[in-house]
């Protein structure tokens, strides 16, 4: 919202309700995994995930889940194929997205900056969804995103485009399920404390009060 001489940025949320930490029923998938949702798009890091898996530092019995359509299918498809780790699931309804994300060692949002989408920042709507879920998330460091989970420490952040950064912090979070446990801990509080749809309304409702009041003054 802009009110002139004041500019106001309302971020992405996350649907607190169906977006919920894991209640025991397990994902149709073998597990232990990290998740990638979304679109398949060039800037979404597709290729470093892809090739974080075949970096000695990932786990052995890690799978990457990735859900999604797009652009960068036909990689994950090739790549599924060639390593069994790998699994590509296609579309999934929104309602059962969280089931998958819930029952994740991690989510992953790994955009890099092609056709400079990145540099100025960005709050992805997966990051969360997979916070509110429980679940660390795993970001590039770019603006928005990487404040986000720096603030709430509900994260790892690593650069864009390296996936031996990547292959690193899931074997991390795969050896220290305390501190996975920690870090999804924080993401699901600040979410109910600040960044559920709910909360979003409010805080558009006190923009626009602001922007009101400042208005009158005039």
């Not at 220290?176 to 960044?195: C, D, F, I, W």
Request: hydrophobic share 40%; aromatic share 8%.
């Amino acid at each position: 919202a802009v009110d002139h001489e004041h500019v106001y940025v309302i971020p992405n949320g996350a649907n607190s309700e169906l977006f919920v930490p894991k209640t025991g029923e397990q994902a149709p998938v073998e597990q232990p995994y990290v998740v990638f949702f979304g679109a398949m798009a060039v800037w979404q890091g597709i290729d470093t995930m892809l090739k974080a898996v075949s970096d000695p530092q990932w786990p052995q019995d890690l799978h990457l889940v990735c859900i999604g359509d797009g652009a960068e299918k036909d990689k994950v498809e090739s790549a599924a194929l060639a390593d069994t780790r790998i699994k590509y699931v296609g579309k999934v309804r929104y309602k059962d997205v969280p089931l998958f994300v819930a029952n994740a060692l991690a989510g992953l949002s790994l955009q890099n900056n092609v056709g400079r989408r990145s540099e100025t920042g960005l709050y992805p709507l997966k990051v969360f969804e997979t916070m509110s879920c429980g679940v660390p998330v795993i970001v590039t460091d770019w603006p928005g995103q990487s404040d986000l989970i720096r603030s709430s420490e509900c994260g790892i952040i690593i650069p864009p485009n390296n996936p031996a950064e990547l292959a690193r912090a899931v074997a991390l979070l795969h050896s220290n399920p305390s501190m996975a446990t920690y870090l999804g801990a924080n993401g699901r509080k600040a979410v109910e404390q600040e960044h559920s749809w709910k909360a979003r309304a409010y805080q558009t409702y006190d923009v626009i009060a602001d922007a009101t009041r400042r208005s009158n003054r005039r």
